[in-house]
């Protein structure tokens, strides 16, 4: 049972241009959302975050938006870049313990 | 400043050996929480300790596995009788409480057995 899902297991952009990476959860006790950028044997590098009291965060090229009632976040990058490329975790926290639940990834490549 | 280390980056092993993987944290980092991640997947939860304590062990997958943190700094993951099934990649990351705080991962441990 997936509780965070990512169903694009891939995207490819242009340089440039945006790159829109989207989860979605099923678990309504999640209050606290993450994203990470992984690189190959690297572990998972934080990006951003969003608490479910907020719709929107951003920081520098990177802002993610959250949807409640829909149960749905995206992490939009603008402009893309190539070392932009990298494999994006959506992860989820909620209750006393803030145990990450990650999705599967989604592959971002970045074409110069 | 340093940021999460495991040790060793790479481990292989016989099957039914018994393996130790190591994890510092960032000073000062009161959590800690190991994860698993296989091929194709998203990191999973095994364990989280608040200081010294186990606070959720409910990810730990059965009796072989057990992990410990004895001075609430560096903490081992202990795995016995390994099996294939247990290869993948173990993550440590830690954060400055048991709060909805960002966690920092290590570069991982590559298990591998054989």
């Known amino acids: 049972d997936q509780q965070v899902k990512q169903n694009s297991p891939s995207l490819s952009v242009q340089e440039g241009r945006i790159s829109i990476l989207n989860c979605d959860y099923t678990n309504s006790m999640f209050d606290y959302f993450l994203w990470y950028k992984k690189y190959p044997a690297e572990g998972p590098t934080f990006l951003i975050s969003i608490s479910s009291i907020k719709d929107k965060n951003e920081d520098g090229r990177f802002t993610v938006f959250l949807n409640k009632s829909a149960k749905h976040l995206s992490l939009h990058i603008v402009p893309s870049q190539p070392g932009d490329s990298a494999v994006y975790f959506c992860?989820?926290?909620?209750?006393?313990?803030?145990?990450?639940?990650f999705g599967k990834g989604t592959l971002l490549t970045v074409n110069p | 400043g340093a940021g999460v280390s495991q040790t060793p980056s790479n481990k292989v092993t016989e099957k039914g050996k018994y393996v130790e993987l190591r994890c510092d944290p960032i000073s000062g980092h009161t959590a800690l929480y190991w994860y698993r991640q296989s091929l194709g997947q998203g990191p999973e939860f095994l364990i989280y300790?608040?200081?010294?304590?186990?606070?959720?062990d409910s990810g730990l997958p059965n009796d072989r596995f057990f992990a410990v943190r004895p001075e609430g700094s560096v903490s081992t993951l202990k795995i016995q009788r390994t099996e294939r099934g247990d290869s993948a990649v173990y993550l440590c990351a830690s954060s400055t409480a048991g709060g909805p705080y960002e966690q920092y991962f290590g570069p991982g441990t590559r298990l591998t057995v054989t």
């Open positions: 300790f608040q200081g010294t304590g186990a606070a959720d």
């Open positions: 992860a989820a926290n909620g209750g006393s313990n803030y145990k990450l639940t």
